[in-house]
């Protein structure tokens, strides 16, 4: 499992996101042809600007890094809204965000098509080891963190377990899928929270 890019919101110019959101397209399909089986993508961003760039040059790069037996996880955003800033048809695997009780977290995104959830609230995560406007007095270089750029590489982890029983990328969005479970039927949870035990005990199944 690679990681491929990581990246935040910044205020910029429309062109400068424009040409990051290219960067990373440009990361994707490295990855992808250079063996990568899982590729994570956490990135920040809202409004028309990023909604048009992540249903472009990101979806294909996307389809490309499927065609090259990659599966693409992306977070699914923090805006606690309903949309879908993937095209319909592209082959990523998105993810939400539940709280440790597996309900969905205050502040996630969701509405994508098939998407899943993860924890994805007050994670362990590394942090600048200096100020930041976000931990002013945190420089431990590590600290608790809210989002679901934290249950996305919950996924991706998750998803990399049935690979090592030779899944592809749609057997192993399949496989992860119809695992989750979503008992209350909750929206914000999309297909349900991602289950590990299940996912490789389904893909060991699928391979008798």
């Avoid at 400068?16 to 990373?24: F, K, L």
């Avoid at 920040?44 to 992540?54: C, D, E, F, I, N």
């Avoid at 939400?96 to 899943?116: E, H, K, Q, V």
Wanted: net charge neutral; proline share 8%.
């Amino acid at each position: 499992m690679w990681p491929c890019q990581h990246a935040r919101e910044t205020r910029t110019r429309p062109h400068a996101r424009e040409s990051a959101y290219a960067d990373i397209a440009r990361g994707i399909v490295w990855a992808a042809r250079h063996g990568a089986d899982v590729i994570g993508l956490s990135l920040g961003g809202s409004g028309p600007m990023a909604r048009r760039l992540k249903g472009g040059v990101l979806n294909s790069a996307i389809v490309l890094a499927h065609g090259e037996g990659a599966l693409v996880v992306a977070a699914a955003g923090n805006d606690s809204t309903a949309l879908r800033p993937y095209e319909v048809d592209a082959p990523v695997l998105v993810v939400d965000a539940a709280d440790r009780d597996g309900r969905p977290a205050s502040f996630t995104g969701f509405g994508a098509r098939d998407a899943l959830a993860a924890p994805g609230v007050d994670f362990l995560s590394t942090l600048p080891p200096y100020p930041t406007k976000e931990t002013p007095k945190n420089t431990s270089g590590y600290g608790e963190l809210s989002g679901t750029s934290m249950a996305a590489p919950y996924v991706s982890a998750v998803a990399a377990l049935p690979h090592h029983q030779g899944l592809g990328p749609d057997a192993l969005a399949a496989t992860v899928r119809d695992t989750a479970a979503n008992p209350g039927r909750l929206p914000e949870l999309g297909l349900g929270n991602v289950d590990a035990a299940a996912a490789v005990k389904a893909a060991a199944a699928h391979q008798k």
